[in-house]
Structures are given as structure tokens and as C-alpha cells.
């Protein structure tokens, strides 16, 4: 089992800035994918940012010069860095954790990120 703890989301104004993170605990075995996904009201969840252990990164075409991913192998943390947020980037924001070899996934209980004047 893997266990996925979140921080850092809140309301901000368009334009502005939040840093997520996610903390992983348990049985993290490589190789694997930490990264973050959203859902807003009556939307499907998607993909925002995933970062693998051994650094590869993807995307989300939306969130592109906008968002940046890091992790910290070491202390099993991934961060979202968002920037210009928008109206639309308003959702509950989950971290997940995915084995590669077995593609089990893992999910933090989420936290909102909320962008409104």
C-alpha cells in the first residue's frame, strides 16, 4: 500500500500562484509515476502533470508554460507549481502514484484549488 498526503491548495486570484504538494509513505517501489490529476464539477478527472522517479515528465497541453512539476525522490514528494492560474483551472486537484509494474494506482484524498476574483 501506498499512502498519498496533499497540501497547498486555497483560493487564489486569476493570475496568481499556489504550490502543491504530496507526500508518499508506505511500499514505494520504482519505477513509478507521482503526479497530479483534476476534477472539476461535472467534469471527468484529468490529467494535469506527472513526473517519473527517473525524471521523465508530461503534461497536460493546458496547463503547459503554466504549471511545473518536481519531486524529491528522497523524501518520496512530488510539488505542483502553478502560475497564471485561471477560472478554469478551478477543481479539486488529487495526487497519484502509479507502479509501473503492476499499474496500481494509488490516491491522496484531494484538495481544492479554487481561482476566482
Known amino acids: 500500500q501506498v499512502q498519498l498526503v496533499e497540501s497547498g491548495g486555497g483560493l487564489v486570484q486569476p493570475g496568481g500562484s499556489l504550490r502543491l504538494s504530496c507526500a508518499a509513505s508506505?511500499?514505494?517501489?520504482?519505477?513509478?509515476?507521482m503526479g497530479w490529476f483534476r476534477q472539476a464539477p461535472g467534469k471527468q478527472r484529468e490529467l494535469v502533470a506527472r513526473m517519473r522517479d527517473g525524471g521523465f515528465t508530461n503534461y497536460s497541453d493546458s496547463v503547459k508554460s503554466r504549471f511545473t512539476i518536481s519531486r524529491d525522490n528522497a523524501k518520496n514528494t512530488v510539488y505542483l507549481q502553478m502560475n497564471s492560474l485561471k477560472p478554469e483551472d478551478t477543481a479539486v486537484y488529487y495526487c497519484?502514484?502509479?507502479?509501473?509494474?503492476?499499474?496500481?494506482?494509488?490516491w491522496g484524498q484531494g484538495t481544492q484549488v479554487t481561482v476566482s476574483s
Open positions: 497519484n502514484f502509479r507502479r509501473l509494474t503492476s499499474q496500481m494506482d494509488y
Open positions: 508506505g511500499r514505494i517501489f520504482s519505477p513509478n509515476f
